[in-house]
T-cell receptor, first 114, second 112 residues
Framework: DQQVKQNSPSLSVQEGRISILNCDYT??????FLWYKKYPAEGPTFLIS?????DKNEDGRFTVFLNKSAKHLSLHIVPSQPGDSAVYFC?????????????FGTGTRLQVTL | NAGVTQTPKFQVLKTGQSMTLQCAQD?????MSWYRQDPGMGLRLIHY???????DQGEVPNGYNVSRSTTEDFPLRLLSAAPSQTSVYFC???????????FGQGTRLTVV
């Protein structure tokens, strides 16, 4: 039972245009959402996050939007750059006791073309 | 600034062999966890720890053991390797109250 879903395995965008990566979740107990970026042969690196009490968070070229009623979040990258080519994972966290554990989506491979 | 260090980077095991994947962090983080990444599956939580002496199971714990005797180290043990454990393993750490985990570079394990 996939609680965090990324339905697009891949996305190709031209340099300078906007990249929009989507993520859906099913568990209403999730209260914190994150995006990670992963290059081949490297570990995931944290990109941006959003708390469930917000609907938008910006950090430079990256903006995450959260629609709680639709259980949907998206990552916008604008303008897209060739160095953004990577696999992007959406992750969710729900605090259980003293631990916070991440549930990941299956990832979307973004290719930014020249 | 080492962060999270995993060793080895690559390993090939025969079915039934045992081994330990090492993970060390130098950020004094209390929380540490192990994930595995498989094609089409994303990252799945194996075991996690909220501090020295405290561990708990994640989503896919079967076939793996962990212990946490120090804040810095969180080894993952495979007692009897199976081909289904062929995967890329990531160790992560995070400070308490924060959800932004920091990941190591991963260990690619092949069980033949």
């Amino acid at each position: 039972d996939q609680q965090v879903k990324q339905n697009s395995p891949s996305l190709s965008v031209q340099e300078g245009r906007i990249s929009i990566l989507n993520c859906d979740y099913t568990n209403s107990m999730f209260d914190y959402f994150l995006w990670y970026k992963k290059y081949p042969a490297e570990g995931p690196t944290f990109l941006i996050s959003i708390s469930s009490i917000k609907d938008k968070n910006e950090d430079g070229r990256f903006t995450v939007f959260l629609n709680k009623s639709a259980k949907h979040l998206s990552l916008h990258i604008v303008p897209s750059q060739p160095g953004d080519s990577a696999v992007y994972f959406c992750a969710a966290s729900g605090y259980t006791g003293t631990a916070s554990k991440l549930t990941f989506g299956t990832g979307t491979r973004l290719q930014v073309t020249l | 600034n080492a962060g999270v260090t995993q060793t080895p980077k690559f390993q090939v095991l025969k079915t039934g062999q045992s081994m330990t994947l090492q993970c060390a962090q130098d950020m004094n983080h209390e929380y540490m966890s192990w994930y595995r990444q498989d094609p089409g599956m994303g990252l799945r939580l194996i075991h996690y720890s909220v501090g020295a002496g405290i561990t708990d199971q994640g989503e896919v714990p079967n076939g793996y053991n962990v212990s946490r005797s120090t804040t810095e180290d969180f080894p993952l043990r495979l007692l009897s390797a199976a081909p289904s454990q062929t995967s890329v393993y990531f160790c992560a750490s995070s400070p308490p109250g924060r959800t932004e985990a920091f990941f190591g570079q991963g260990t690619r394990l092949t069980v033949v």
